[in-house]
Nanobody, 124 residues
Framework: HVQLVESGGGSVDAGGSLRLSCAAS????????MGWYRQGIGEEREGVAAIFTSDDSTYYTDSVKGRFTISRENDKNTVYLQMNNLKPEDTAMYYC?????????????????WGQGTQVTVSS
């Protein structure tokens, strides 16, 4: 039984930082792609960042490039999203995913199953 445990959301002022964590359990091997999606109120869900073990590449949506960094624990299905210089438009529910695929140019998912997510709120 695969389970994703997300943590690290919260409320910060604009310019602040947060670090999201996601641990996937129940796998017998390393998952190739793990990442984060987000959905703000009234907005469509979008892929934010992902990391691929196959070639150590990463994907970032344009709006977070230079501010967010995704990383992964060696030999574990655990990923982190360091979010710096947060902006009010980063306010959203953030969802960890473990069924993604893509490259540095695009991100997609194999399913449409979503966890509970973790809320990030940035005040101006």
């Amino acid at each position: 039984h695969v389970q994703l445990v997300e943590s690290g959301g919260g409320s910060v002022d604009a310019g602040g930082s947060l670090r999201l964590s996601c641990a996937a359990s129940g796998y017998s091997s390393i998952v190739n792609c793990m990442g984060w999606y987000r959905q703000g109120i009234g907005e469509e869900r979008e892929g934010v960042a992902a990391i691929f073990t196959s070639d150590d590449s990463t994907y970032y949506t344009d709006s977070v490039k230079g501010r967010f960094t995704i990383s992964r624990e060696n030999d574990k299905n655990t990923v982190y999203l360091q979010m710096n210089n947060l902006k009010p438009e980063d306010t959203a529910m953030y969802y960890c995913v473990d069924d993604c695929y893509g490259s540095r140019y695009y991100l997609a998912r194999r399913t449409n199953v979503w966890g509970q997510g973790t809320q990030v709120t940035v005040s101006s």
